[in-house]
């Protein structure tokens, strides 16, 4: 979120509210609204799930064919070389953009927005179109989720195994998370205060991950582990690691905006007033940018969640989650049986949402 102490002082110059959006707040927002974009873009091209089940042509999509139906692994790789490279174009241009002008808080002291009313008109048309997003994308879903899922055929697939994949989903999700911010915590601070070739080069590295063919990703880091270490071949220790490859740029893309916003300067002051390394980012970095590390490990947790790919590729025998369950039913068209552990996916996602719209974490 941002500090609204920038358009009180545009405000407070004489300037328009128009202006102010226009020279001061979507300025301001410009490096998260670079990375929203990224985000969608990449997630649109690597995805399986949904253009799988309805059997739309896409490269992805071909890849997965080619590896399983036809075991084509070289067109496979020829066609996942073309997204990484279309991937690679996306995010130089991108990070072009981004890197032209740099925006920084100076200082530690946040103000949150006020809320002010709106007339009756205004009030309607807010409303209205809130609801409408909210209703399309969350309500109608979730309606016929739960009125699947209080069918008889449904509830009959409610029993220990299926909070076993409960369990499943959820221990994968937080490790995933987890690593997936400790590993991308030293690439975005590196590339942005110190933004060296190799940095960078490390940085874009990592955000190649995000398209490339969750069933390439998960053969990759397997011929890894087989060749390195073998010992670890069918264990879940091989879809942490492929998720966390994975969904890493998805968490890079809330720390980075984080770390930018903050300026190098506090960290030079605390220095220089006597703070060691470890002091200052205790007490003055990891405040300031918490907001942007919190929603890169929800991110993470929340695309771990519904991952299918990797896991089908990657999972030890007998080891389901509840995206593996709700694939399996939907592909034979048993949408009852799958609108349980669909239902629980959804309902699971909801503290992480919440989590991020509390005015706690807003106003770190």
């Not at 899922?149 to 995933?176: H, K, M, Y």
């Not at 879940?236 to 720390?255: C, D, K, N, R």
């Amino acid at each position: 979120s941002m500090n609204v102490s920038f358009e009180e002082v545009a405000r407070a110059s004489g300037v328009s509210r128009l202006s102010t959006l226009w020279r001061v707040t979507l300025p301001l927002m410009r490096p998260s609204i670079a990375a929203g974009i990224a985000l969608v873009i990449l997630y649109v091209v690597s995805d399986f799930g949904a253009v799988s089940l309805l059997r739309y042509q896409t490269l992805t999509y071909a890849v997965f064919q080619q590896m399983t139906g036809r075991s084509d692994n070289t067109a496979a790789s020829i066609l996942s070389l073309l997204l990484v490279v279309l991937a690679l174009i996306f995010l130089i241009t991108e990070r072009w953009f981004r890197q032209r002008s740099r925006f920084y808080q100076t200082t530690g002291r946040y103000r949150a927005p006020q809320r002010r009313r709106f007339g009756w008109l205004g009030t309607v048309a807010v409303t209205g179109y809130l609801g409408l997003i909210v209703g399309a994308a969350f309500a109608l879903p979730a309606s016929i989720l739960i009125q699947w899922s209080l069918s008889p055929e449904a509830q009959a697939t409610i029993d220990s195994r299926f909070f076993g994949f409960v369990w499943n989903s959820g221990i994968l999700a937080a490790c995933a998370a987890t690593g997936g911010v400790l590993i991308g915590l030293p690439l975005a601070y590196l590339a942005s205060r110190r933004p060296t070739l190799l940095n960078l080069g490390c940085l874009q590295a990592a955000y190649a991950g995000y398209v490339l063919p969750g069933p390439v990703a998960a053969l990759a880091v397997l011929v890894l582990f087989t060749k390195l270490a073998p010992v670890f071949y069918g264990s879940v220790l091989i879809l942490i690691v492929a998720y966390v490859i994975h969904f890493l740029p998805a968490g890079l893309q809330s720390m980075e905006p984080a770390l930018q916003h903050m300026s190098p300067n506090l960290e030079e002051v605390a220095r220089t007033l006597g703070l060691g390394i470890r002091d200052t980012w205790r007490r003055v970095t990891l405040p300031l940018v918490r907001n942007g590390f919190v929603v890169a490990w929800v991110l993470i947790f929340l695309q771990t969640m519904k991952e299918l790919p990797a896991t089908l590729l990657l999972r030890p025998v007998g080891f389901d989650t509840l995206a593996i369950r709700v694939w399996m039913e939907a592909s034979e068209e048993y949408y009852q049986l799958a609108a349980p552990s669909a239902l629980l996916i959804v309902l699971l996602s909801l503290p992480a949402l919440a989590l991020l719209v509390s005015k706690d974490w807003r106003a770190a």
